[in-house]
């Protein structure tokens, strides 16, 4: 790990040093804590001088936004959370709620615990939703 650690570092002042300190960035999760933010914005701001700091929101959101609109004509998913309570069957397709998603996967588990209803996920690799899931159909690409 430190010897990565000292890679990353390496290359990055050889670059900022070659072409500049925009000439580095950081790209991380939308799943981001605020002191995870934080603590990345102050490091690249504040210590490389750059303000390329993304988070991942924009962009993921993008696509998301370009999806609702060119199949529903909305910018948002159709439905609401109070829908989780009404329904009987959860059809997850390539998203690892239980990570990505976990206070509404939490409520999927809770109505399942409450209801049984059931949790059936498609994937390309098992993950901790579709360890917990009732069915599990794993896609190999």
Request: glycine share 8%; aromatic share 10%; net charge neutral.
């Amino acid at each position: 790990m430190k010897e990565a650690l000292d890679l990353v570092a390496s290359k990055m002042q050889e670059t900022i040093k070659d072409y500049g300190k925009d000439s580095v960035s950081i790209y991380g999760s939308r799943q981001w804590t605020i002191p995870d933010g934080y603590v990345a914005s102050k490091l690249f701001k504040g210590c490389n001088g750059t303000n390329n700091v993304e988070a991942n929101a924009r962009l993921c959101m993008a696509t998301a936004v370009t999806g609702f609109l060119t199949s529903f004509g909305i910018d948002e998913p159709m439905g609401c959370y109070e829908d989780i309570d009404y329904a009987d069957t959860f059809v997850l397709w390539g998203n690892n709620m239980a990570e990505m998603h976990p206070v509404l996967f939490s409520r999927l588990l809770d109505q399942r615990q409450k209801r049984g209803v059931k949790i059936i996920d498609f994937a390309t690799r098992t993950t901790r939703t579709s360890m917990a899931a009732d069915k599990s159909i794993i896609f190999t690409p």
